[in-house]
Structures are given as structure tokens and as C-alpha cells.
């Protein structure tokens, strides 16, 4: 039983760390130009950046076969540089799972940016400060408790993505299967004491890192 849960237990982690990274550091830059660059192109691309949160995610995964496929430049490309395509590969569930955390990890950092008083950013502004200082001096200390709840949101969402990791990674054990589409396999082969143990251990994992982060928040 270890050796089956083993596996999709550890490339969910790796996928879900990766994807959050991924994730984040497109996040907070795009919740700082939300916040500081209001206009209707910003409000637009806001807007794009929620399609993953309200689309099925069978349809996102639908688009990023089309984006990452060989009949699209960016599949085409990736497969001259590196020698194999993208699809199928934990690669892809990565880029998956980055997709599907975003909204959430973007919504709580803007909340948190927009939060903060404009005196402040203002008053730093005329002691000379440029817009890079003001951010990581003043917008992130202040808006730390939206930063790290975005980066959690974002990896649980990372660590349980099913719909559009089994469109572009598929299901091939020992390879692309994370714990999520283990589950699902097991529950479709009716092996359900295998299922009952992977999602007490998926759910124990991820109730785990909430509660770890709550804690360390309020200690803070």
C-alpha cells in the first residue's frame, strides 16, 4: 500500500510546491499592477486571470492541449528545444496545476494590497522611494497575511487539481499520476479501501498545511 500511495503522494507535492511557486511569482506581480495601475486594460486582464476559477476545469484543460499541443507554436517549440513534447508528462500537470491556483492565489494579495492605506505609499513616494521600494518595503510587510494566504489557497488548490492535470498529463502510474487521479482510478476499478486510504492521506496532508499556517499567522 505504501508503495502504491507513495508515488502519486510525492509528485503531488513536487507538482503542487513547483506550481505554487510558479503560481506566486506570477500573482503578486499582477496583484501589484492591479493595484497600483487601475484602468480598464488592468480590469480586463483581471478578469481573464479569474477564467480558471469559474470555468470547468475539463475546459481549461481543453485549452491548454490546444496551447501546448504540437499544432501550436508553443508545443512546437518546447518539443524542438527540448526534444519531446510537453503533454503527458508531470511537466504538464505542473502548468496545470499553475493555472488552477492562480485566481486564488492573486484574489487575496489584491484584497491585501488594496487594503493598505495610500498615505503611506504616498508619503514614501515623496521621501523618494520608487515604485520597486515601495513594494517590497512597505506593500509587502503590510499585506503579509494575504500573501501567505494566497500561497496557501493556491497549493491546496495545486495539490487536489484533477480536471486539467488528466487532460494534458493523463493517467500513467509511475509517471503523471498524482494522488488525485490515484483516487480516481481506484474509486473507477472499485478498489475502494485503496481510495478510502489515499483521500484520508490527501486530506490529512492538506488539512495539515491550513492549520499549520493558521497558527503560524496568528502567532504573528
Known amino acids: ?22 503560481a506566486f511569482a506570477v500573482g503578486v506581480v499582477f496583484a501589484w499592477l492591479v493595484t497600483v495601475h487601475k484602468n480598464k486594460w488592468t480590469e480586463l486582464l483581471s478578469l481573464l486571470m479569474m477564467l480558471p476559477l469559474v470555468l470547468p476545469p475539463t475546459v481549461v484543460g481543453y485549452y491548454l492541449l490546444l496551447t501546448l499541443g504540437t499544432n501550436s507554436w508553443i508545443g512546437r517549440t ?85 480536471g486539467a492535470t488528466i487532460m494534458v498529463a493523463g493517467n500513467i502510474p509511475g509517471r503523471t499520476q498524482t494522488l488525485s487521479i490515484a483516487i480516481y482510478d481506484a474509486v473507477q476499478a472499485n478498489r475502494m479501501e485503496e481510495a478510502h486510504i489515499m483521500v484520508l492521506v490527501l486530506s490529512i496532508t492538506t488539512i495539515s498545511i491550513l492549520l499549520l499556517t493558521t497558527m503560524v499567522l496568528k502567532a504573528k
Not at 485566481?103 to 487594503?115: D, G, H, K, N, V
Not at 521621501?127 to 503590510?142: C, E, R, S, T
Request: no cysteine; glycine share 8%.
Open 1 to 22: 500500500m505504501i508503495d502504491l500511495i507513495g508515488f502519486p503522494l510525492f509528485l503531488s507535492l513536487q507538482v503542487a510546491v513547483i506550481a505554487t511557486g510558479i
Open 78 to 162: 518546447a518539443e524542438r528545444i527540448t526534444g519531446s513534447t510537453i503533454l503527458f508528462t508531470w511537466q504538464a500537470a505542473v502548468i496545470a496545476a499553475s493555472i488552477a491556483a492562480l485566481p486564488l492565489i492573486i484574489r487575496p494579495m489584491q484584497a491585501a494590497f488594496e487594503s493598505i492605506h495610500k498615505g503611506s505609499l504616498e508619503a514614501a513616494q515623496l521621501d523618494g522611494a520608487n515604485q520597486w521600494q515601495i513594494f517590497y518595503k512597505i506593500m509587502v510587510p503590510l499585506a503579509y497575511r494575504g500573501i501567505i494566504a494566497g500561497i496557501v489557497l493556491g497549493f491546496a488548490r495545486a495539490m487536489g487539481e484533477f
